[in-house]
């Protein structure tokens, strides 16, 4: 077990519990996947098969793409984040209201969010 | 300005639907209304513009990197006061419409609370950029810097009483800008904090101080704050 891959994949749990219930914020939920992303895209690749030339290039969704392909997360976590994507992407037009993005916000985050435990648990197993 | 036929672009929009999945039966006959907007109904549009798309009515929305498509109330896009917003204004000012008509006033200046929201937003997105600074990707501070930076442009042209133009106006615009750094503060003239903020992460793409983005977060946003 290497102690490196394992702070990796901490540092990746870190990331996805920072993710809140409640953003009111499209800026600041956007920020925070990509935060996401960046921890994501440092787990040990022979663990999660994401390329070398991810680094700084793939976003979050590309990089579930990339997990889903290693069958290390299910389709429900590529949905949960393309959902959040469109929302943010949306929620620039400035047309609706806060407290209706937390919202509708909400269930695609807890779901990404059970998704990527399960993700950190599996890649754990692999290296114990 | 580019100049295409109706047709050229109803076909170009119908790809990027079907393309994103849609089907464009399904759209056309579900709409009301189909109004073309942004940079390909100005025919300013590059090889890497999206499509964006308001249908009126119910249906689905998407949000992909080839198309943008808003379904919105007829009650909302038959409210007087819709185009007092930024979309609304831009909509009467440079839509199109492929499927109705347009059938609301043309853009009028946009409202006090469409300036506030505007200034919320910008304040909201460098107090965000300057408190994650460190911890987001590069590709993702370059893209938010961009946001700002159009957002600021999109503020002046409201204060102005016009319709915000398309991205590739602001970039155009923003191109031939000889101060930059002046430029930016002299928009957010009214609060120091968010102007100075502004200025370092638009013009010098340099880490923000704490103090910075705290003030813009702490004091600037809850200014421009509306229901």
């Known amino acids: 077990m290497s102690n490196r891959d394992l702070k990796k994949i901490e540092a990746a749990r870190e990331a996805a519990a920072e993710l809140s219930w409640h953003y009111t914020s499209p800026r600041t939920l956007e920020a925070d996947l990509d935060i996401l992303a960046s921890a994501l895209r440092k787990l040990p690749r022979k663990l999660t098969g994401i390329p070398k030339d991810a680094d700084e290039v793939f976003g979050l969704c590309d990089i579930l793409g990339q997990l889903h392909e290693a069958r290390l997360v299910s389709a429900d976590a590529l949905s949960s984040c393309s959902d959040l994507e469109e929302l943010t992407d949306v929620a620039d037009y400035d047309m609706g209201d806060p407290e209706d993005f937390a919202t509708e916000a909400e269930n695609h985050i807890n779901d990404l969010k059970a998704e990527l435990e399960k993700l950190l648990e599996t890649l754990e197993a692999k290296i114990s | ?227």
Request: with cysteine.
């Open chain 2, 1 to 227: 300005l580019k100049q295409k036929s109706p047709n050229a672009k109803i076909e170009r929009v119908r790809a990027a639907v079907v393309g994103a999945g849609l089907s464009w039966d399904d759209l056309w006959g579900r709409a009301e209304q189909v109004i073309l907007f942004g940079s390909y109904a100005s025919g300013c549009e590059s090889a890497q513009s999206d499509i964006d798309l308001i249908c009126v009515g119910d249906g689905q929305r998407v949000a992909s990197k080839e198309l943008h498509l808003l379904w919105v109330q007829s009650s909302v896009v038959n409210d007087p006061d819709w185009v007092t917003t930024e979309i609304g204004g831009h909509v009467a000012q440079y839509g199109q419409w492929l499927k109705g008509s347009c059938n609301f006033a043309r853009a009028k200046p946009a409202s006090p609370r469409t300036i506030a929201r505007k200034l919320h937003k910008i304040a909201d997105r460098a107090g965000v950029l300057g408190e994650k600074w460190t911890r987001l990707s590069k590709p993702y501070r370059a893209s938010e810097r961009l946001k700002l930076r159009r957002d600021i442009q999109r503020l002046a042209v409201l204060r102005t009483g016009r319709a915000v133009p398309p991205s590739p106006v602001l970039d155009s615009a923003w191109a031939k800008e000889v101060d930059k750094c002046g430029w930016v503060r002299g928009v957010l003239s009214t609060d120091l904090a968010l102007s100075n903020l502004a200025v370092a992460i638009v013009c010098k793409y340099s880490m923000p101080s704490r103090n910075l983005w705290k003030l813009a977060l702490s004091e600037s946003l809850p200014r421009y704050s509306v229901q």
